[in-house]
């Protein structure tokens, strides 16, 4: 135990946090998804630094930068939720276009009748 916190390792995972948050917002997800093992790692690394000394020895300017990138790590999680929400939303409309579409025509006494195989609209002519 050195005695001392060690704030590069909270610093690598606040530059980790806001490439992901830049990425994230300029619509770039995927990319910020690419970025989970090295924010798991950092985390742990600040995890192990924080235990790694009492909490009263942390300065109070270490402890902020702390909240600071726990605030980060939240409002990013927040985005996640969001493009989630978004994407599944998404599918749901897409799926329900597709099951609610009907390509048919009608009997001769006014019944529908389904092509089975056809998707998309028709237009009914007289």
Known sequence: MSGRFDLE???????????EREL?????AREA???I????SAMEA???AVNAVPAA???APERREIENVIQLARENAVYFEAIRNG??????RLESMHANAYVGSYGAHGQ????PQATGAYRKKA
Do not use: H
């Not at 390792?9 to 490439?19: G, M, P, Q």
């Open 57 to 59: 020895a942390i300065p």
């Open 87 to 92: 994407l599944r939303s998404a599918i749901t």
């Open 33 to 35: 998804a690419g970025l």
């Open 46 to 48: 600040v995890e192990a």
């Open 37 to 40: 093992r090295d924010k798991a």
């Open 24 to 28: 994230i917002v300029t619509g770039r």
């Open 112 to 115: 529908q009748l389904a092509f």
């Open 9 to 19: 390792t909270l610093t690598r995972l606040r530059d980790i946090l806001v490439t």
